[in-house]
């Protein structure tokens, strides 16, 4: 039976993507792992792959074809021994359904898993042969595991045994849908001791009254918004993806997270000497200096350090428990055209200034020309937002999730202070920390400051 090729969910915000290229044409073989086409999501252009064998059979959705919703199909693959009318005995398909901006304990599908956005979508009980599937079990066929990218790495994250599991994808392979019902299944096992407890819990006072909700303050309609402006005055420009994700999860963090702030102002008259010299002595490849550091990469590299010395500062909010972090996952944005992105700098804390700065160097390329991997841009522990550059002062930034914390540093600049009670002349930087008061108290988020402040003007503390 032909297989439908799904627009795949690149990354947890995406809705609809634009089908950049087709990098396969109707009549040619495709294998898994072929690059088949690239997307267009609302935070980078993405390589998709095969995940079955077979033919392409037709191409539904021409390349440029902008907003095209995930789940949808987007091209038709024929297996081994089917032609062009296999295609046109096809049941029509449902429509797609575009996945739900509020689904957030759905995980993020990797890049390359368009037959698992598809499963997901489907009914399971509309799955033809479902059941005989499910029978044959898995890891059957010469001892080997069939089972989707992503179907594997949720299995690993909820510890389930894939071998252990039925797959109801083409030919068994084990696909999202499966991993979802056996991770309810075991929920209910977990539940059913509850059940059995229920005279206990009839006797057991009675459940309280659920507290009153209020409304949701409603934004006003735009038609209220244009009126309050006279015609001819302004033009409308629509919002692109990436605009429309920024600002759901931007409002989402500012009304679900109870934010605070901290700001001190940090010396950086020390720093800059030493950064100074680390440039002046950089070794020159190719007649260029391996790296030139900038004062943002100190700042990566303190708050990485700070985080480790105020361990109990390195975590996540979740309903179940606390994550408590090991190592320190540092985000850092970029602006973009039409918005920014947050790449990680994955282990800060052991990495040296000269790698962190030519990582960012890398990041920064490669986010303005949208060629990041979701990996590359999503987790982290904790960001840092740096507006020094622009001339701000000053600022607060709202925390990215799942991040509990994030630094915005403003410029740095001479500034009078005093000292032993005269006035004197520093080079000083404001940053302030913008904390998840779920997870981080103001005691635990000024100690993490603290510690900032102590590297940053004692640099040499973080080459050693």
Same mark, same amino acid.
């Given at each position: 039976? %032909?297989?439908?090729?799904?627009?795949?969910?690149?990354?947890?915000?995406?809705?609809?993507?634009?089908?950049?290229?087709?990098?396969?044409?109707?009549?040619?073989?495709?294998? &898994?792992?072929?690059?088949?086409?690239?997307?267009?999501?609302?935070?980078?252009?993405?390589?998709?792959?095969?995940?079955?064998?077979?033919?392409?059979?037709?191409?539904?959705?021409?390349?440029?074809?902008?907003?095209?919703?995930?789940?949808?199909?987007?091209?038709? @693959?024929?297996?081994?021994?089917?032609?062009?009318?296999?295609?046109?005995?096809?049941?029509?398909?449902?429509?797609?359904?575009?996945?739900?901006?509020?689904?957030?304990?759905?995980?993020?599908?990797?890049?390359?898993?368009?037959? *698992?956005?598809?499963?997901?979508?489907?009914?399971?009980?509309?799955?033809?042969?479902?059941?005989?599937?499910?029978?044959?079990?898995?890891?059957?066929?010469?001892?080997?595991?069939?089972?989707?990218? @992503?179907?594997?790495?949720?299995?690993?994250?909820?510890?389930? *045994?894939?071998?252990?599991?039925?797959?109801?994808? %083409?030919?068994?392979?084990?696909?999202?849908? *499966?991993?979802?019902?056996?991770?309810?299944?075991?929920?209910?096992?977990?539940?059913?001791?509850?059940?059995?407890?229920?005279?206990?819990?009839?006797?057991?006072?009675?459940?309280?009254? &659920?507290?009153?909700?209020?409304?949701?303050?409603?934004?006003?309609?735009?038609?209220?918004?244009?009126?309050?402006?006279?015609?001819?005055?302004?033009?409308?420009?629509?919002?692109?993806?990436?605009?429309?994700?920024?600002?759901?999860?931007?409002?989402?963090?500012?009304?679900?997270?109870?934010? !605070?702030?901290?700001?001190?102002?940090? =010396?950086?008259?020390?720093?800059?000497?030493?950064?100074?010299? @680390?440039?002046?002595?950089?070794?020159?490849?190719?007649?260029? %200096?391996?790296?030139?550091?900038?004062? =943002?990469?100190?700042?990566?590299?303190? @708050?990485?350090?700070?985080?480790?010395?105020?361990?109990?500062?390195?975590?996540?909010?979740?309903?179940?428990?606390?994550?408590?972090?090991?190592?320190?996952?540092?985000?850092?944005?970029?602006?973009?055209?039409?918005?920014?992105?947050?790449?990680?700098?994955?282990?800060?804390?052991?990495?040296?200034?000269?790698?962190?700065? =030519?990582?960012?160097?890398?990041?920064?390329?490669?986010?303005?020309?949208?060629?990041?991997?979701?990996?590359?841009?999503?987790?982290?522990?904790?960001?840092?937002? =740096?507006?020094?550059?622009?001339?701000?002062?000053?600022?607060?930034?709202?925390?990215?999730?799942?991040?509990?914390?994030?630094?915005?540093?403003?410029?740095?600049?001479?500034?009078?202070?005093?000292?032993?009670?005269?006035?004197?002349?520093?080079?000083?930087?404001?940053?302030?920390?913008?904390?998840?008061?779920?997870?981080?108290?103001?005691?635990?988020?000024?100690?993490?400051?603290?510690? !900032?402040?102590?590297?940053?003007?004692?640099?040499?503390?973080?080459?050693?």
């Amino acid at each position: 039976m %032909p297989i439908d090729i799904l627009m795949p969910a690149l990354s947890p915000t995406m809705e609809k993507g634009t089908l950049a290229k087709w990098l396969v044409k109707e009549g040619d073989s495709v294998a &898994p792992g072929d690059v088949i086409a690239e997307i267009e999501t609302d935070k980078a252009t993405m390589e998709v792959e095969a995940v079955d064998e077979g033919t392409m059979g037709r191409i539904l959705v021409p390349e440029g074809t902008a907003d095209v919703p995930v789940n949808e199909r987007i091209a038709i @693959l024929l297996a081994e021994g089917e032609d062009a009318g296999a295609i046109t005995a096809m049941p029509t398909p449902e429509p797609a359904q575009a996945p739900a901006a509020d689904r957030p304990a759905s995980p993020p599908a990797p890049a390359h898993d368009a037959r *698992d956005a598809g499963a997901s979508a489907a009914s399971p009980a509309a799955s033809p042969g479902s059941a005989a599937v499910e029978s044959r079990g898995n890891g059957q066929e010469g001892g080997r595991i069939f089972a989707s990218p @992503l179907a594997r790495r949720l299995a690993k994250e909820q510890g389930l *045994d894939l071998a252990a599991i039925a797959g109801s994808g %083409p030919h068994g392979r084990v696909v999202k849908r *499966d991993i979802e019902r056996a991770v309810a299944a075991a929920g209910a096992v977990k539940s059913a001791p509850r059940a059995a407890e229920g005279p206990a819990q009839v006797v057991a006072a009675p459940a309280a009254a &659920p507290a009153a909700v209020p409304a949701p303050v409603q934004a006003p309609s735009d038609d209220r918004i244009r009126a309050l402006f006279a015609d001819g005055t302004y033009e409308v420009v629509p919002h692109d993806n990436m605009r429309k994700v920024i600002a759901r999860r931007l409002t989402e963090a500012k009304s679900t997270i109870p934010h !605070f702030y901290l700001t001190i102002d940090v =010396n950086l008259d020390a720093l800059m000497k030493l950064r100074t010299e @680390l440039n002046a002595a950089a070794p020159e490849i190719d007649g260029k %200096p391996a790296y030139r550091l900038s004062v =943002n990469d100190f700042v990566i590299k303190a @708050l990485a350090l700070a985080l480790m010395a105020v361990p109990e500062a390195n975590v996540t909010w979740t309903e179940s428990g606390m994550l408590r972090h090991k190592v320190a996952d540092v985000g850092v944005a970029v602006s973009i055209p039409g918005g920014l992105i947050t790449p990680v700098v994955r282990r800060a804390e052991q990495k040296t200034l000269s790698v962190i700065s =030519n990582e960012m160097k890398d990041y920064a390329a490669r986010a303005r020309a949208r060629k990041l991997k979701p990996e590359e841009y999503q987790g982290g522990s904790t960001a840092v937002s =740096n507006l020094g550059m622009f001339g701000i002062k000053d600022f607060a930034a709202v925390i990215n999730p799942p991040h509990a914390t994030i630094l915005a540093v403003g410029a740095g600049e001479q500034r009078a202070v005093v000292r032993d009670g005269a006035v004197a002349i520093a080079t000083q930087m404001s940053c302030t920390l913008s904390t998840d008061h779920r997870a981080v108290d103001g005691a635990l988020g000024a100690e993490l400051m603290g510690a !900032f402040r102590g590297f940053v003007e004692k640099p040499m503390s973080m080459l050693v």
